[in-house]
C-alpha cells in the first residue's frame, strides 16, 4: 500500500510539476510578445533578452541548488513590473492615421432623423491609390427597410471580416464595420491584436466603396445574407451602431482580436435584441458566423442554410458592375434570398 501510495505521490508531483512548466511557459511568451509590439524600439532586444534570461531561470528554478532558491523571486519580480507597464498602456485618438480611418464618425439623432458626419465614400483605383471623400449624410429611421450581413473572407474559409450593411427606402445602402484604426506605418495582424496594436474605430461607408474595395482591390470573397428583423429591431441595431461610435469618439478603446472586434459587436448587438444568444466557437472562426446566425433564426426564413449560401456570393457580380455608384447595391443583391432589389427611388 505504502509503495503504491509512494508512486501516486511521485506522479502526481511529476503531473504538477509539469503543469507549472507550462503555465511558466505561456507567461513568458506572453510577455514576449507584449514587449515585441509594445516595447520602445531602442529597448526592444535588451528588455527581451532579460525577459529571456527571467524565462530561463523560471524553468531552471526546481533545479536550484538551497542557497540559491532565492533567485526564483526575481522572475516572479519581472513579470510583475512587466504587468505594471502593460496596464499603463492607454489607447489615443492623436496618431498619424492611415487614410480610410482618419476621421471619426459622428452622429446627430433629432428623433427620426439622423444626420452622420464623416462617412466614408472614397473612389478606389487599387488597394493603395484613391480619392478621399468623406461625406455629411442624413437619414430617416422611419425608412430603415432592411439589414444584410456581409463575410469578406480574407485569410481562409475559417476568417472573414463582419459588416452589417442597413438598406433604407430609397435604394440607399451604410455599412457599418468596426476596424483597426491603422497609423500610416501599420498593417493589420491577427497576433498584433491581441496586444494592444491597435485602437478599434466604427466606420460608416457607402457599399460602393467598402464593399467593393475587399472584392475588387483586395481580391477578398464577399457573401451577403438578409437577417430577419423587424423594424424595431432595425432601429435599434442602427443606433447600437451608432451609440458605439460615439463611445469609441469619446473615449478610444483597443481593438482585440479575441474580445472587441468585428464579430464580437454584431454578437453584442444581436443579444440586446434577442437576450441569452450563447457563446460559441464562431464567434472566433468569424467565417462561420452566418451558421451561427442561422442556428439562431437571424436570418431570412424559409430557406435551408445550404441554400442561402449557395447564393450568397457577390464577388462575380461586385467586380462585373461597370454601371453608377448608385447601382452598385441593387446589382450585387441579384438573386440572393430575400434581399432581391426593389426598383430603387434614387435621389
Known amino acids: 500500500m505504502r509503495a503504491g501510495a509512494g508512486r501516486r505521490g511521485r506522479v502526481a508531483r511529476r503531473i504538477g510539476a509539469a503543469v507549472l512548466a507550462c503555465l511558466k511557459l505561456a507567461i513568458f511568451i506572453w510577455g514576449a510578445l507584449a514587449l515585441w509590439y509594445q516595447a ?16 530561463a531561470l523560471a524553468l531552471a528554478s526546481p533545479w536550484l541548488r538551497r542557497g540559491h532558491r532565492w533567485l526564483r523571486l526575481a522572475p516572479a519580480v519581472a513579470a510583475l513590473l512587466l504587468l ?24 446627430e439623432v433629432d428623433g427620426d432623423r439622423v444626420t452622420l458626419h464623416n462617412v466614408r465614400n472614397f473612389a478606389w483605383r487599387s488597394a493603395t491609390e484613391y480619392t478621399p471623400r468623406w461625406e455629411t449624410r442624413e437619414y430617416d429611421l422611419n425608412q430603415l427597410v432592411s439589414a444584410d450581413l456581409l463575410l469578406s473572407y480574407w485569410m481562409g474559409p475559417a476568417i472573414a471580416h463582419t ?3 442597413f438598406g433604407f427606402a430609397d435604394g440607399r445602402q451604410l455599412v457599418f464595420s468596426l476596424e483597426i ?13 491581441f496586444f494592444r496594436e491597435f485602437e478599434a474605430v466604427i466606420v460608416a461607408a457607402d457599399e460602393n466603396d467598402i464593399v467593393r474595395v475587399r472584392t475588387n482591390m483586395r481580391g477578398e470573397q464577399v457573401r451577403l445574407y438578409r437577417l430577419a428583423l423587424d423594424k424595431a429591431q432595425l432601429r435599434s441595431a442602427f443606433l447600437g451602431y451608432l451609440q458605439e461610435a460615439e463611445r469609441l469618439r469619446q473615449q478610444p478603446s483597443f481593438y482585440n ?12 448587438l444581436a443579444r440586446q435584441l434577442v437576450p441569452g444568444l450563447p457563446m460559441d466557437y464562431r464567434l472566433l472562426l468569424s ?23 449557395d447564393r450568397a456570393d457577390i464577388t462575380g457580380r461586385a467586380r462585373a458592375f461597370q454601371g453608377a455608384p448608385l447601382r452598385f447595391s441593387q446589382a450585387i ?13 434614387y435621389r
Open 287 to 309: 467565417g462561420y458566423f452566418a451558421g451561427y446566425a442561422y442556428d439562431h433564426n437571424g436570418l431570412v426564413p424559409g430557406y435551408s442554410f445550404a441554400a442561402l449560401q
Open 40 to 55: 520602445a524600439t531602442p529597448w526592444r532586444w535588451p528588455l527581451l533578452l532579460g525577459w529571456g534570461a527571467m524565462a
Open 181 to 193: 484604426r491603422k497609423e500610416r506605418h501599420e498593417a493589420f495582424s491577427a497576433l498584433a491584436g
Open 84 to 107: 505594471t507597464w502593460w496596464h499603463t498602456l492607454t489607447p489615443s485618438h492623436a496618431r498619424v492615421w492611415a487614410d480610410d480611418v482618419a476621421l471619426l464618425l459622428r452622429a
Open 257 to 268: 482580436t479575441l474580445t472587441s472586434n468585428c464579430t464580437t459587436i454584431v454578437h453584442d
Open 333 to 345: 443583391r441579384q438573386g440572393v434570398p430575400g434581399a432581391e432589389p426593389a426598383v430603387p427611388r
Open 163 to 165: 459588416l452589417v450593411s
